[in-house]
């Protein structure tokens, strides 16, 4: 049986380039849209590195289109599945592909902010010098985002002291790891690495952590002369008292052991006077037996018909890990300990083998 097949008429030349060009239109307007979402949120990073190129394409070999630095806000364009680029756009309008670890999110930024402004009027226990360039992290770790940087030689103040392992895993307040759930042969359950790390706060008022074998304490050679080997965590101007043509402040000092990992700040407690006699510092108190907890505060106590006086209060913490305070009243060369009618004097650890505190208007 015959059978008939009925071929479709091809459309015209004319009909058929149509269809192609508005396909690729369709097309092009699809990638476009897919390349600009990021654009459309309004999403921004920040630039960690010192400074950092801008790229024309992700390439071995490219073309310069601008320069940004640290501190500044870029907007985020694009960003690459498989590839660590990101293409974003400066204050200044410049726009070029960059890596993505060297800028950090808005929520870092956001945190490091609030970081700053909770501690702009805290008391600073002493002041220290960068070692080198070095960066503010947001939280203590060596893996932890970081923004801005301190230059070599800049100086800061310290507030704040905590423990962060080396190796990045996180650590509880006595200085060992967490329960992270993982076998015992993990790597992350490998014995922790504590290390020293400190909020500081710049200049210009930023707030960040820095490891704290990357500064050096700012205390005048007279005074850190004593320090008999010992870490200074706190140097704090009590009184000035003039001799001659110079005046010369009277401090409050506190040390620790020369190392990292330790569960408390400080644990001894010395009170630097001016001898007038012999025209040097001497040691007016001293408190070996002192589990100690930042931050120490000055304020003034009002003694009656002996006026006001310097006065500094420091924390501790007793053998079951309550804090208390002790205030002390300094009128030099005399410390004397302030306490309230009623309270007890809270136990210390290891008590049975304290030193009791002493004045010692000669210990040097």
């Known amino acids: 049986m ?7 008429p091809c459309p015209p030349r004319r009909n058929r380039r149509r269809r192609a060009l508005l396909f690729f239109f369709t097309l092009t307007l699809v990638v476009t849209g897919c390349k600009q979402a990021s654009a459309d949120k309004g999403e ?59 800028l950090v999110s808005q929520e870092s930024h956001d945190q490091m902010d609030k970081l700053s402004l909770d501690v702009q009027s805290a008391p600073a226990q002493i002041s220290a010098v960068a070692r080198a360039t070095v960066n503010l992290h947001v939280t203590p770790g060596r893996k932890t985002d970081h923004l ?36 015992e042969d993990s790597p992350a ?14 200049a210009q008022k930023h707030a960040g952590w820095v490891l704290g074998r990357m500064l050096y304490v700012d205390v005048p050679v007279d005074v850190a002369q004593y320090a008999e080997g010992q870490r200074i965590v706190a140097f704090l101007k009590l009184d000035e008292v003039p001799d001659g043509d110079q005046k010369y402040g009277e401090y409050l000092v506190l ?13 001894q407690v010395r009170v630097f006077s001016w001898n007038l006699k012999r025209h040097r510092y001497e040691t007016a108190y001293r408190d070996h037996s002192v589990f100690g907890v930042l931050p120490a505060v000055l304020s003034t106590e009002d ?10 209060t420091i924390r501790s913490k007793d053998d079951s890990g309550a804090t208390h305070e002790q205030k002390y009243t300094f009128r030099t060369p005399i410390v004397r300990r302030v306490v309230v009618p009623g309270e007890q004097r809270p ?6 083998r304290r030193r009791r505190s002493r004045q010692a208007t000669s210990q040097n």
């Open 2 to 8: 015959p059978t008939s097949i009925l071929k479709r």
């Open 44 to 102: 921004y990073a920040w630039v960690s590195a010192p400074e950092a190129a801008l790229r024309d394409h992700v390439a071995t070999i490219y073309n310069k289109t601008g320069v940004v630095h640290n501190g500044e806000r870029v907007q985020i364009l694009e960003k690459t599945p498989k590839k660590p680029f990101v293409r974003v756009r400066s204050v200044r309008g410049e726009e070029g592909w960059i890596q993505d670890r060297l």
């Open 148 to 183: 801005y940087l301190l230059k070599e030689n800049e100086k800061v103040d310290l507030i704040e002291r905590q423990l962060a392992d080396k190796n990045g895993q996180p650590l509880n307040n006595s200085g060992s790891a967490s329960d992270s759930g993982e076998k």
């Open 189 to 202: 359950n490998k014995a922790p690495a504590p290390e020293d790390w400190w909020l500081v706060r710049d």
């Open 255 to 267: 040390l620790t052991e020369n190392k990292d990992g330790l569960p408390f700040d400080f644990n």
């Open 303 to 312: 003694l009656g018909k002996e006026g006001t006086v310097p006065a500094f």
């Open 347 to 352: 136990s210390v650890p290891h008590a049975r």
